[in-house]
């Protein structure tokens, strides 16, 4: 059984920083392409990093560029964001995801998710 669990949200005030933990288990990050996602109240979800299991390449959203860092430790199975610089507008749910294939911006592309974690920042 797969599961992704989410973790280290909470409410920051702008500026500040969290570090988001994800918890695979039943699939293994070192093979699959993992994502962070998130989606705001109204708005579509949206990848704001990713890791592709080809060469650990990186990807991120403009909107995050040069703030967040997504990592991935392969002996303890876990994949991490790193925000700082931390801004209202990246208040959301966060969402770690998986797919075995190439690490895709799109939502529909990948087959597991976790529950999320809430991420609330105050100006």
């Known amino acids: 059984q797969v599961q992704l669990v989410e973790s280290g949200g909470g409410s920051v005030q702008a500026g500040g920083s969290l570090r988001l933990s994800c918890a695979a288990s039943?699939?293994?990050?070192?093979?699959?392409?993992m994502g962070w996602f998130r989606q705001a109240p109204g708005k579509e979800r949206e990848r704001v990093a990713g890791?592709?299991?080809?060469?650990?390449?990186?990807d991120y959203a403009d909107s995050v560029k040069g703030r967040f860092t997504i990592s991935q430790d392969n002996a303890k199975n876990m994949v991490y964001l790193q925000m700082s610089s931390l801004k209202p507008e990246d208040t959301a749910m966060y969402y770690c995801?998986?797919?075995?294939?190439?690490?895709?911006?799109?939502?529909?592309?990948?087959?597991?998710w976790g529950q999320g974690t809430q991420v609330t920042v105050s100006s």
């Open positions: 995801a998986a797919v075995r294939s190439y690490a895709s911006q799109w939502p529909y592309d990948y087959v597991y």
């Open positions: 890791i592709s299991r080809f060469r650990s390449r990186t």
């Open positions: 039943g699939v293994a990050v070192s093979t699959n392409s």
